[in-house]
């Protein structure tokens, strides 16, 4: 009988522990992935509030061109857009400007010419916006709508 050795090509390694290696990498990637994620809430935020700014200003022109017995002066299209604004802009609870609005009417509605509603809104944000508007200035959101008489 013959016995045949073995021959060793790769010599054995040893495994070390890497125990700690993958925590490590967490605590790496974990700043990274927070402003990632903190990014995207802010900016969805901030494109619901410019949803809900040009909402806004197509129910008061919307409002102010409706034929009705008696025409809705400035001021009361102004009031349909805040109060369209009211509760629904997300500002948390920090003491952000109210939206400006601005109505431009032709001076007799028998024209052609159209109503135009304006509004602008000076968005800060709960973190990352808030430190974005110091760095480079305050965020400001507009909308404009414009309707003809009907």
Known sequence: MIKLMSIQVFPRIRKRPCRGAS??????????????????????????????????????????????????????????????????????????????????RPASPMTNDPLTVSIAYTYSGFGLGRLYAAWVGPIQLTATTVMTYE
């Open 23 to 104: 925590a490590i990498e967490f605590a790496l990637m974990l700043p990274l992935l927070l402003l990632l994620l903190f990014g995207i809430i802010e900016t969805s935020i901030a494109l619901y509030d410019k949803a809900i700014i040009t909402n806004a200003s197509r129910e008061a022109a919307r409002a102010g061109v409706v034929m009705s017995k008696t025409r809705l002066s400035d001021s009361e299209i102004e009031q349909v857009a805040l109060s369209y604004c009211g509760n629904r802009l997300i500002s948390f609870g920090a003491l952000s400007s109210a939206p400006k609005v601005t109505v431009q």
